[in-house]
């Protein structure tokens, strides 16, 4: 860390001319150090970026080559930890995300590639390589960000428009909510022990994954997660040499996995391990057989599963019960009616390619780009025109990164909304306001008035006489792309039969029952069955309760409701 000397006031006059000489001089020993990147962040200089801009021309001349990251062009918005942490988190990855898009881009010339390289981004949206490389830090949760949008691109198919997310995969349980046809999104992220105020999808996670860890802790009780056993060398079941008992070890136990139909050649499962594992770590410990100790870790994964779905949903003011169950994730589908049934979700919903899920999320989203600055003003001292011309500066440099992306002013859809607060608050509400309008004294009263509403859905109350601040203004554009197409098939018979290969014990409803099994790809549209079954398809299995029914619907996606439910009636209820 170099210090130079400068000072830009709250206002944005410049205090302290920028000493050059300091900047020269800590550019010669990051020289010295090897530094590849070098992130700049100044007080208040989002009120006048002009020390920054000066500081990265220097650093120019100086280091050529070397990455840098400005806080002005990063996150240009008052609260310094967060923008600091968030430039210097850009710089850290920018220079790895720079040479490997490099070497991504010259390898698809070199391959004759004729589509569009686009890179996923962390608010739910795509991006250029070009733009990758500026803003680095955009993509630091970009994996999980493409659940809600295949949530919503699957759940569109039956004009649904309330979703939440779910993901299960070997480490984490990912769970994000869609209102509207809309991912929740938040600027408060954290990345390891560093906050973040970059807009992110709002995903809450939890380390409840098929490797989870089963222990027991210091009160002497059960308890599953955070800690996972990875992919190496994995839950004890996969015969990698794992000897602690995890959640997939339980799946196993309770008879919902076959270890013969697992697709990859490379496992070669060991279930005698798996019962070993949890016998010693669990069952011995407990003084239960090694049934009950799977059924327990069984069921204390699932509640710490639906305490993350009502984080989302209750604690957000949403009541869960109107929205559908999208589950994925190459374990969620074991786990999603014992879910479904805690929180009283009528109707789930499973795509065929659950286990790629965020990856069909990337494949739909859109170029995606958003815009902050700081105004900071109480409602009273707002100046409108101000206000409308700082907006009119954020779309046209949204609008112009799009055009550089192929998206012309015509075809893009530019979005407007302000964080506003109580007066002495610390957390902002986003109000979103219209895109074309002029910001008049008639738009902030309705700005108020959406603050009021929204404030009364979050916390539960509101304070109609109470003062506000105009905090941040903001600005995303968007860029429709091309969108694959779900192939709708024609609706057969319910009877599913033929697509039984064979019949297994599994536990349901505290006894082991033999179940039919089903081949998922065998399930035609139109094919319904009843709980208890279980349903297999090489990356996922489908674990069907005996109160659950399963239908496979026009695409070849699967909807599971509560037996004897009119499953037509749901669809249209939550449509």
């Not at 984490?172 to 560093?194: N, Y």
């Not at 057989?289 to 327990?296: K, Q, R, W």
């Amino acid at each position: 860390i170099h210090v130079v000397e400068e000072r830009v006031n709250v206002e944005g006059e410049i205090v302290t001319p920028l000493n050059e000489n300091d900047v020269r001089e800590a550019a010669r020993a990051f020289r010295a150090d090897g530094v590849e990147a070098v992130a700049v962040s100044f007080l208040w200089s989002f009120r006048n970026p002009a020390h920054e801009t000066r500081v990265r021309e220097i650093l120019e001349e100086e280091l050529p080559g070397v990455y840098i990251s400005l806080s002005t062009d990063v996150l240009p918005q008052i609260r310094v930890y967060e923008r600091n942490s968030t430039t210097v988190l850009n710089a850290y990855v920018g220079p790895v995300l720079t040479r490997y898009l490099s070497r991504l881009q010259s390898e698809l010339s070199g391959r004759q590639f004729g589509g569009n390289l686009l890179i996923m981004q962390s608010n739910g949206g795509v991006m250029s390589p070009e733009v990758a490389q500026r803003f680095a830090s955009n993509t630091l949760l970009s994996g999980p960000a493409g659940a809600p949008m295949a949530g919503i691109f699957y759940g569109g198919t039956h004009g649904f428009r309330n979703v939440i997310t779910v993901d299960m995969g070997g480490t984490s349980f990912d769970v994000a909510l869609v209102k509207d046809a809309e991912p929740t999104v938040t600027t408060e992220g954290v990345i390891g022990e560093h906050r973040i105020a970059s807009p992110i999808l709002d995903i809450h996670t939890v380390g409840a994954g098929g490797g989870s860890i089963a222990w027991i802790n210091t009160g002497g009780l059960l308890a599953v997660g955070p800690k996972s056993a990875g992919a190496e060398p994995g839950p004890a079941l996969y015969g990698r040499g794992g000897t602690e008992p995890t959640v997939t070890d339980a799946q196993y136990v309770l008879g919902y996995l076959d270890p013969d139909f697992f697709e990859s050649g490379e496992l070669n499962c060991d279930p005698d391990a798996a019962r070993q594992a949890i016998e010693t770590h669990v069952a011995k410990p407990l003084g239960l057989d090694v049934l009950a100790a799977a059924e327990g870790i069984y069921r204390i994964v699932n509640n710490n599963m639906a305490a993350a779905l009502e984080v989302v949903s209750v604690q957000r003011g949403y009541d869960p019960r109107e929205f559908v169950l999208v589950v994925a994730g190459g374990a969620g589908p074991i786990h999603a009616a014992a879910l479904a049934r805690e929180l009283e979700i009528p109707l789930l919903l499973i795509p065929r390619a659950s286990s790629v899920f965020c990856a069909a999320g990337m494949l739909i989203s859109d170029l995606k780009h958003d815009y902050v600055r700081t105004y900071a003003r109480e409602f009273d001292q707002v100046d409108a025109a101000e206000v409308s011309r700082l907006l009119g500066e954020m779309r046209e440099a949204a609008l112009a990164t799009l055009a550089a992306e192929g998206v012309s002013a015509d075809e893009a859809e530019v979005r407007m909304s302000t964080d506003v607060r109580y007066v002495g608050q610390f957390n902002e509400v986003d109000i979103p306001i219209a895109a074309a309008a002029e910001l008049t004294p008639a738009t902030l009263a309705r700005i108020a008035t959406d603050f009021h509403a929204r404030h009364d859905v979050l916390y539960g109350y509101s304070m109609a006489e109470a003062p506000l601040e105009l905090i941040n203004l903001r600005v995303t554009a968007l860029g429709r792309t091309p969108k694959p197409r779900q192939e709708r098939g024609t609706a057969g018979a319910p009877d599913a039969s033929h697509a039984v290969i064979g019949h297994r014990d599994a536990y349901f409803d505290g006894a082991f029952r033999n179940v039919p099994v089903y081949d998922g790809f065998k399930l035609d549209s139109g094919n319904t069955l009843d709980g208890p079954a279980i349903v297999v398809q090489p990356t996922t299995t489908i674990v069907v309760p005996d109160d659950f029914s399963l239908k496979c619907d026009d695409y070849g996606n699967y909807l599971m409701y509560v037996k004897d439910a009119d499953v037509d009636a749901l669809i249209a209820s939550l449509s």
